[in-house]
T-cell receptor, first 115, second 112 residues
């Protein structure tokens, strides 16, 4: 596609429910990132994929958070037993690879509200 | 730990004026990015700076990088209302993992 595509764009869920957020990176991009942006805050790194493997999961805030990537393309971020503090915009980004000068492109984000 | 600091965090300026946003980072960087974010929108890539002395310009925005000082600047020339947005700088360094570390962002409001 023309850009990084994320779905759903908005999700309201009840506390304790599980949610899945999907990211379709730009075609041919091997590097994929998940970030979280809370209201009025900066961006917090969650996880990085190179192909299907995740060499850096250091930003996942708890074991309720997990992510996978299949076929070197689509990625899913799963949050189990959601809590109110999980409310944020979840941004996915991709780049061709980690070579110098490669721009990292962001999607529109998935706005998650836990009530 | 790789840390990125921006200042100012909020900038209100009149149309036609010039100003500079500063981005300091704590250790060597592989790449430095500037992004723009409009309210309720995602991040738009403005510049990627790689080497010491790099300067890039697009319209009224010019970004520069001084790797020795660990400083990047985003200079705004003759500001117009359409430049109102939040501007983020971000840095990555392979030694600290494969992630961009973002500054807190600078909210820019250009008054007509």
């Amino acid at each position: 596609g023309a850009g990084v595509s994320q779905s759903p764009s908005n999700k309201v869920t009840e506390k304790g429910k599980d949610v899945e957020l999907r990211c379709d990176p730009i075609s041919g991009h091997t590097a994929l990132y998940w970030y979280r942006q809370s209201l009025g805050q900066g961006l917090e790194f969650l996880i990085y994929f190179q192909g299907n493997s995740a060499p850096d999961k250091s930003g996942l805030p708890s074991d309720r958070f997990s992510a996978e990537r299949t076929g070197g393309s689509v990625s899913t971020l799963t949050i189990q037993r959601t809590q109110q503090e999980d409310s944020a915009v979840y941004l996915c980004a991709s780049s061709y690879d980690r070579g110098p000068g490669n721009t990292i492109y962001f999607g529109e984000g998935s706005w998650l509200t836990v009530v | 730990e790789l840390k990125v600091e921006q200042n100012p965090l909020f900038l209100s300026m009149q149309e036609g004026k010039n100003y500079t946003i500063y981005c300091n980072y704590s250790t060597t960087s592989d790449r430095l990015y500037w992004y723009r974010q409009d309210p309720g929108k995602s991040l738009e890539s403005l510049f990627v700076l790689l080497s010491n002395g790099a300067v890039k310009q697009e319209g009224r925005l010019m970004a520069s990088l001084d790797t020795k000082a660990r400083l990047s600047t985003l200079h705004i020339t003759a500001a117009v209302h359409d430049l109102s947005a939040t501007y983020f700088c971000a840095v990555d360094n392979r030694e600290y993992g494969n992630k961009l570390v973002f500054g807190a962002g600078t909210i820019l409001r250009v008054k007509s």
